[in-house]
């Protein structure tokens, strides 16, 4: 089954983490951009701002990231959900069968599953990478293994 990944990342702290699950499973990985610039301090607010109020943001994307079996999103966990920019992706995509991956560096993921659930219906899958936990290679490994089921 081809998997491939796309994510989106404000500071690389999750593309790092793309990366290194793409080359774990040998699948393609893509970058999700957007229309804002979400860089420094107030961009860091603006993201927040955009992320509770569930504001869609316009996206580009690599078409081919779509051209899988399994679908692997990967977003920083903001404001309580993923980025504005996954959001949209998600919604305006329809791929049948999307993993989402929260990265984050101290928060409650499972109260963002719970909330994603509702906001997007279209994830079949959840996974949280966090910090503060050091669970990274864990959740990686977990993901590999299910990927195989």
Not at 34 to 62: C, I, L, P, Q, T
Not at 121 to 147: A, C, H, M, S
Request: proline share 3%; glycine share 6%; aromatic share 10%.
């Amino acid at each position: 089954m081809k998997t491939n990944i796309i994510y989106f990342s404000r500071t690389g702290k999750t593309k790092h983490v793309a990366q290194k699950l793409a080359h774990s499973i040998d699948s393609e990985i893509f970058e999700l951009k957007d229309n804002k610039n979400w860089s420094g301090f107030f961009g860091y607010m603006k993201g927040g701002f955009y992320a509770s109020k569930d504001k869609g943001v316009e996206v580009s994307f690599d078409q081919q990231a779509l051209d899988c079996e399994q679908l692997i999103i990967m977003s920083p966990l903001w404001a309580g959900g993923p980025s504005p920019s996954i959001r949209t992706f998600i919604r305006t995509t329809k791929h049948p069968n999307i993993t989402l991956v929260l990265t984050n560096d101290g928060s409650d993921v499972h109260k963002a599953f719970e909330r994603s659930k509702t906001l997007l219906p279209e994830v079949k899958r959840y996974y949280g990478i966090t910090k503060k936990l050091k669970n990274e290679n864990q959740v990686l490994e977990q993901i590999k293994t299910d990927l195989n089921k």
